[in-house]
């Protein structure tokens, strides 16, 4: 896919992931998911109320979000999808463990750095707020540990797989 704007999404739906790209060509959204490439498009209706266009089909979907999962009802049926890191899937331990540096999932822009160097953090606690395509993403630690460096600040804006923020393992004392 060569696009404008292209990412590729990891999303667990249930057990299963779904590897999905979404790329915007001559200023349309396109997904492409498992071979087969949709037009896309949603339109705010209300709060958490929703118009999601794909191909020919057109559904009005309930859509909240808490955190890095999305919860859609669509159709009577409420599905939660949980966003994963793209690059957690493909990276090996090495030297330096992909466990040391929280990577942008796609290109965005800083919106809150909750910490600073050297405060420590649990896995999963918040890193880094970030803003892409009008959608709010916590990027949490994936470990325990020291934060060593953050290379971004509030505003600034980043491109895909750019290091927002690395660790170190916490020192006993």
Known sequence: MHGEIEMEHLFTIG?????????????????????????VSL???SENICRLNTGEA????????????????????THELIYRNV????ETKSARTADDVVRAPMPGTVVHLPVHPGDPVTAGDA??????????MVLRAPRTGTIKSLSMAAGDKFERDTILASLEPLVES
């Not at 057990?15 to 037009?39: D, M, Y």
């Not at 890193?127 to 709010?136: A, D, N, R, W």
């Open 15 to 39: 057990s299963e992931e779904h590897l999905i790209w979404l790329a915007r060509r001559r200023n349309v959204f396109q997904l492409s998911h498992r071979g087969s490439e949709t037009p």
């Open 43 to 45: 339109e705010q209706c």
């Open 58 to 77: 057109s559904d009005v979907i309930a859509l909240a979000v808490r955190g890095d999962t999305f919860y859609v009802h669509l159709n009577g049926e």
């Open 87 to 90: 690059i957690s899937r493909f």
């Open 127 to 136: 890193v880094v707020v970030i803003e892409s395509m009008k959608l709010e």
